[in-house]
């Protein structure tokens, strides 16, 4: 089912979005989730108890409590993901002047890749010009490219979360994108999503005090996240630096002990 990676004491689990999403989705009764149904506004919702935002980027709950300043920000990068046939049990992650590549195993007999460039937002490129881009890269990175399919790929520009001044107002809170988007340089944004919901499943089963439980939500995953937000824009910017590149080759390579 997923690509399981070793480092040390830790493993890291990869695995697919639909995977993911299947895997959480058996385990409820038939009809709990309605796919494809927009969600009520938060007007509609004045006699629940709790109402948790998890809209995503773009959050139309978020934007209804804290309004249009908090909208997220350009990082100044792009991404490319797609899956090509094959097998992989390694991570691999490529950096050069301005861009990276990625290649990692995943669920199926499927093989992940994502390709980041540091660009304005709304850069048109496709498949034709990633083989261009990454044409002089490594054979992995070529081989992976020639396989690749408009099918099998997906493009979105890089955005990050101003920090919000709350992850609660009222009985409403905000969880995942909806309340801290962040660069996928950590690998970290779906990561926390799920640790918000868990957090705050079990503070609110632990506690009578609705509200006082949504306060100590915010106290314990508002800090832990921002950080994950500046963390991840600074290995953004690490991984894809231009102008410094041969001071943080340097760097990683006195780090690793290769130089
Ligand atoms: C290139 C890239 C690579 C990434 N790699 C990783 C990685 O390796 N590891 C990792 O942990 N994270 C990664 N992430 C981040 C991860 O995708 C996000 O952090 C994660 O999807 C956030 O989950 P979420 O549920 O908060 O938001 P979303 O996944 O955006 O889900 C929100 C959902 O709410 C729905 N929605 C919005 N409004 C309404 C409405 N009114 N009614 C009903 N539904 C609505 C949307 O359609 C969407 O399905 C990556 C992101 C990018 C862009």
């Not at 309605?34 to 109402?51: E, I, K, Y």
């Not at 300043?69 to 490529?94: C, L, M, N, Q």
């Not at 304005?120 to 490129?125: E, L």
């Not at 499943?201 to 800090?223: Q, S, V």
Request: proline share 6%; hydrophobic share 40%; aromatic share 6%.
């Amino acid at each position: 089912m997923i690509g399981t990676v070793d480092s040390r004491d830790r493993t890291a689990y990869l695995l697919s979005r639909p995977a993911l999403l299947a895997t959480l989705a058996e385990t409820l009764p038939d009809g709990t989730i309605s796919f494809g149904t927009p969600a009520p506004t938060l007007d509609a919702l004045t006699d629940h108890d709790v109402v948790i935002g998890a809209d995503g980027l773009r959050s139309p709950t978020r934007r209804q409590l804290f309004g249009e300043k908090f909208e997220p920000v350009y990082i100044g990068a792009t991404a490319w993901r797609g899956w090509v046939p094959g097998h992989r049990d390694t991570v691999s992650e490529t950096w050069d002047a301005d861009a990276l590549f990625g290649i990692t195993p995943r669920d199926g007999d499927l093989v992940n890749w994502f390709a980041c460039v540091r660009t304005d937002a709304g850069h048109p490129g496709g498949l034709g010009y990633l083989r261009s881009r990454f044409g002089n890269w490594h054979a992995d990175v070529r081989a992976v490219l020639d396989a690749a399919t408009p099918e099998a790929l997906l493009h979105h520009d890089l955005y990050d979360s101003p920090a919000l001044p709350s992850y609660v107002s009222g009985n409403t809170a905000l969880l995942g994108d909806a309340a801290h988007a962040m660069a996928p340089n950590l690998g970290r944004g779906a990561c926390e999503a799920l640790v918000d919901a868990v957090t705050l499943g079990r503070f609110l089963t632990a506690d009578t005090d609705i509200h006082a439980a949504l306060r100590r939500y915010d106290r314990t995953r508002r800090p832990a996240t921002r950080r994950l937000v500046r963390g991840s824009r600074a290995m953004s910017s690490v991984a894809m630096t231009g102008r410094l590149r041969p001071l943080r080759d340097l760097s990683v390579k006195l780090a690793a002990g290769l130089a």
